[in-house]
């Protein structure tokens, strides 16, 4: 079965500092994509960073990277330079062929001024 | 990027009432729409895969003649959720597959009285 596991429930950070948050997965698939989504209060859902089992690289966009280490089974969201709008829950998210999402229990970044 | 919608995205009903939920996707057609619903402060949880023609796959424990699903054309989905209890109450976000990639739409908040 398909697990996703966030062990943080809440994060704090200073404003303009890195932050890393963490996200293990388990799957048997060989193929599988891992993503990283952010949802403020008002609800929505913003797509930030994907990962593919298969990409060499770590993925990078923008502020955010994502150090994917697959032996490791973990796909980490890092944010540099912290902004306040980057207070926010964060949802790791795993796809495993289906097209069917299975999700993290999330971790709530508070940004400090 | 691609956009959904979904509408109404605030709902407040009586209970024993029906509500439908609309998710559109607005600049391209999908094939497979999903429906997830994320409990306060809580992850999102899969419901069901909302197959164009054909009936939706629902997850386990997912009263498929409590939660009505269709998919009626290429960019739209409904989710009727029948005889709506306090329990419910929750907030409920589609994502629609193009190729490869999922969008999701704002999401609704249902509150059941």
């Known amino acids: 079965a398909q697990k996703i596991t966030q062990t943080q429930p809440g994060m704090f950070v200073q404003e303009k500092e890195a932050v890393t948050l963490d996200c293990t997965y388990d799957t048997s698939d060989p193929s599988y994509g891992l993503f990283w989504y952010k949802q403020p209060s008002s609800g929505e859902m913003i797509f930030l960073i994907y990962q593919g089992s298969y990409d060499q690289q770590n993925a990078t966009e923008g502020r955010y990277s994502l150090n994917f280490q697959k032996a490791r089974k973990s796909a980490n969201l890092v944010i540099s330079a912290s902004q306040l709008g980057d207070s926010a829950m964060y949802f790791c998210?795993?796809?495993?062929?289906?097209?069917?999402?299975?999700f993290g229990t999330g971790t709530r970044l508070k940004v400090l001024a | 990027g691609a956009v959904v919608s979904q509408h109404p995205s605030r709902v407040i009903c009586k209970s024993g009432t029906s509500v439908k939920i609309e998710c559109r996707s607005l600049d391209f057609q999908a094939t497979t729409m999903f429906w997830y619903r994320q409990f306060p402060k809580k992850s999102l949880m899969l419901m069901a895969t909302?197959?164009?023609?054909?009936?939706?796959?629902?997850e386990q424990g997912v009263e498929k003649d409590k939660f009505l699903i269709n998919h009626a054309s290429l960019t739209l989905s409904t989710l009727t959720v029948t005889s709506a209890h306090p329990e419910d109450s929750s907030f409920y976000i589609c994502?629609?597959?193009?190729?490869?990639?999922?969008?999701f739409g704002p999401g609704t908040r249902l509150t059941v009285l």
């Open positions: 998210a795993m796809e495993g062929g289906t097209y069917k999402y299975i």
């Open positions: 994502s629609a597959r193009r190729e490869d990639e999922q969008f």
């Open positions: 909302s197959n164009e023609g054909s009936k939706a796959t629902y």
